[in-house]
């Protein structure tokens, strides 16, 4: 069974910072692009990042470029968001993905966890 299981999310004042990591599990992710999309309330869920096994292909979504960076660990089957500058506008509900190719479009993923809360007070 495959499993996403995502941590770290948190109630933190703007300007702070976050890492958010994700642990997969139930199959051999070597091939699969793992990343994050975000949902705030009433809006749709959004790309934020992805990267390939290597992790020598990424792409940040241009509202967080500069301000969010992801890793990945393979040797863990895990991958890290890091959120730096947070603003009140990062809050969210922030899945992690996983899926074949590299797409900012969520149905382009196969698989997803449950999601952590990420609350930014201003």
């Known amino acids: 069974q495959v499993q996403l299981v995502e941590s770290g999310g948190g109630l933190v004042q703007a300007g702070a910072s976050l890492r958010l990591s994700c642990a997969a599990s139930?199959?051999?992710?070597?091939?699969?692009?793992m990343g994050w999309f975000r949902q705030a309330p009433g809006k749709e869920r959004e790309f934020v990042a992805a990267?390939?096994?290597?992790?020598?292909?990424?792409d940040i979504a241009d509202s967080v470029k500069g301000r969010f960076t992801i890793s990945r660990d393979n040797t863990k089957n895990t991958v890290h968001l890091h959120m730096n500058s947070l603003r009140p506008e990062d809050t969210a509900v922030y899945y992690c993905?996983?899926?074949?190719?590299?797409?900012?479009?969520?149905?382009?993923?196969?698989?997803w966890g449950q999601g952590t809360q990420v609350t930014v007070s201003s």
């Open positions: 993905v996983a899926g074949e190719h590299l797409n900012i479009v969520a149905n382009a993923y196969e698989y």
């Open positions: 990267t390939s096994w290597s992790g020598t292909t990424t």
């Open positions: 139930g199959r051999t992710f070597s091939s699969y692009f």
